[in-house]
C-alpha cells in the first residue's frame, strides 16, 4: 500500500504553499463537504518535499523514519522513490507490524524490553531476518536472552546506537540524552561483547546528531551561535564517526552506519563514513521545520478545525485543537494556526483539549462553521489524533489513507 509519488512525471516547479492566499482557500474548498476535524495531505506539497530531500541527500539513501510519518501509505510511497530505503521503526511491535505487511529492511530506532515483542520477534525467522533492534547496553542483551536463550531463538540482528552529542568543558553536553557510549573506545568495547555473545549479529550503527538535526537556526537574535555550535559540533562529529566506523569495522563487517535527520541531510550525507541517512519529519514538514536556514519544506500535512463560538468581534472559538507535540511545554509545541492568517491563540489558554480560543484580526470576518486551517509542531504526532488523511491534490480530494490509529495500532 503506498501512494504513487511520481504520478506526475514533472515536479511542482515552485514550492507548494509559498502563497498561502491561494494554497489555504483551495484546501478548504478541497474539504468543503467534510464535516468535523479533518487531517489533510497535500499531495504535490509531499512530492516536493520527498524529491526536495533527495537532492539535499545528494544520492545517500534516505531511510524513513515512520515516528515521523506514521501513515503506512505515505511511508511506502516515499520507499517507492528511487534513492529511499528501509524504515527506522519507533518500537519493537511496530517494526514487527511493518514486517508483517511486507517491509523487508527494518531498524528499530530505540532499545526495547517489551518481552512480548521480543518473544515475537525471536520465534520468527523470517521477521528477524528482516528487522534489527538498538542496543546501547549489554543490559539489553540480557533481557532477550531472559525471554528467548540463543540456542532456542532466531539469531537476532543488532545496530549500536553511539552518542553524537558534542561535549566540551565550557558548554558541557549539548545533544539529546541518548546512549551512554560515544568514545571510541567505549563503542568498540560494546562491539566486542557484542559478538562475543551467542544469538546475535552486530549490522550496523546509528548516530543522531540532535543538536544539528533538530536544532533550527534561523528563529532570531541566537543564531549566530547556534550555528557556531553546529559547525564545531559537525567538525567534531566527522572525526569522531569515521573514528568508530574504523574500530567497528575491524570487529565486524557493517551492512550500514546511519546518521542524520531532516535538519541535517547535506552535513551527514558528506561524511565518508556513513553510508545512510534517516529523515521523516521533512516529508509532511511541521512547523518546527521552517526554521532552518538551508531548506525550506512546504506544508505538505495540516488539519482544519470548525469554528463553532464567536466570544467576541476578534476571538473566534474552534472545537478541539489541544494537539500538542512532544518535547519541552513551550509554544513552540502547540499547533499553529496558519489560515486565515493573523490568528493567534491565547496566552492564558493555549490550544485547548475540546475547544481553542484564536484572536486577531481575521476573525472578524470568520462566522459559524468556517475552517480555520493549523499545522501540527511534529509531523507524524498528528496521526495520533485522527483516524484518517484526505489526500488532496490539483485542489480536490482524491482519495483518504488510514493513520496507524486508524488501522487500530497505538505503539506510544
Not at 516547479?13 to 498561502?20: F, I, K, L, T, V
Not at 514487527?96 to 521480543?118: C, F, M, N, T
Request: aromatic share 6%; glycine share 10%; with cysteine.
Amino acid at each position: 500500500m503506498s501512494l504513487d509519488l511520481l504520478s506526475r512525471t514533472q515536479p511542482d516547479a515552485d514550492r507548494p504553499g509559498r502563497d498561502p492566499a491561494a494554497y489555504w482557500p483551495a484546501m478548504t474548498e478541497a474539504i468543503a463537504d467534510r464535516s468535523g476535524p479533518v487531517a489533510a495531505v497535500n499531495l504535490a506539497a509531499l512530492r516536493y518535499n520527498a524529491l526536495d530531500m533527495l537532492v539535499r541527500a545528494g544520492g545517500v539513501p534516505i531511510r524513513v523514519a515512520s515516528k515521523s510519518v506514521r501513515i503506512r501509505e505515505v511511508i511506502g510511497g516515499a520507499l517507492a522513490l528511487p534513492g529511499y530505503q528501509g524504515v527506522l521503526a519507533f518500537t519493537l511491535p511496530e517494526a514487527l507490524w511493518l514486517a508483517a505487511h511486507g517491509d523487508d529492511d527494518i531498524v528499530v530506532g530505540y532499545p526495547s524490553v517489551d518481552r512480548d515483542a521480543i518473544g515475537r520477534l525471536a520465534a520468527d525467522e523470517d521477521a528477524a531476518a528482516r528487522i534489527a533492534i538498538m542496543v546501547d547496553s549489554i543490559d539489553q542483551l540480557d533481557i532477550v536472552d531472559a525471554v528467548a536463550a540463543p540456542g532456542r531463538r532466531a539469531r537476532l540482528r543488532l545496530c549500536i546506537d553511539a552518542d553524537a552529542s558534542w561535549r566540551v568543558p565550557v558548554l558541557g553536553h549539548l545533544g539529546v540524552r541518548r546512549s551512554p557510549v560515544h568514545d571510541v573506545g567505549e563503542v568498540a568495547n560494546l562491539a566486542r561483547a557484542i559478538t562475543a555473545r551467542a544469538g546475535f549479529t552486530l549490522v550496523g550503527l546509528m548516530m543522531y546528531e540532535a543538536q544539528i538535526a533538530g536544532t533550527p537556526d534561523h528563529e532570531g537574535i541566537g543564531d549566530p551561535m547556534i550555528r557556531w555550535m553546529q559547525s564545531r559540533s559537525g567538525q567534531e562529529l566527522l572525526v569522531r564517526r569515521a573514528g568508530i566506523v574504523g574500530a567497528l569495522r575491524e570487529i565486524a563487517p557493517l551492512e550500514f552506519v546511519n546518521g542524520g535527520g531532516t535538519g541535517s541531510l547535506e552535513l551527514t550525507a558528506s561524511d565518508q563514513s556513513v553510508t545512510e541517512v534517516t529523515a521523516g519529519s521533512g516529508l509532511l514538514a511541521g512547523h518546527l521545520f521552517d526554521r532552518y536556514r538551508i531548506f525550506e519544506p512546504a506544508p505538505a500535512a495540516a488539519f482544519a478545525l470548525e469554528v463553532v463560538r464567536k466570544p467576541a468581534a476578534d476571538i473566534v472559538t474552534v472545537l478541539g485543537g489541544g494537539w500538542v507535540a512532544s518535547g519541552p511545554a513551550v509554544a513552540s509545541r502547540q499547533p499553529m494556526p496558519v489560515w486565515p492568517e493573523g490568528l493567534h491563540t491565547l496566552a492564558r489558554e493555549g490550544a485547548g483539549e475540546v475547544q481553542t480560543p484564536l484572536q486577531g484580526d481575521a476573525a472578524h470576518s470568520l462566522r459559524i462553521g468556517d475552517r480555520v486551517w493549523f499545522r501540527h509542531a511534529k509531523s507524524g504526532e498528528l496521526a495520533e489524533r485522527v483516524n484518517t488523511a484526505l489526500l488532496i491534490d490539483d485542489g480536490a480530494v482524491v482519495g483518504q489513507a488510514p493513520t496507524y490509529r486508524g488501522e487500530g495500532m497505538a505503539f506510544l
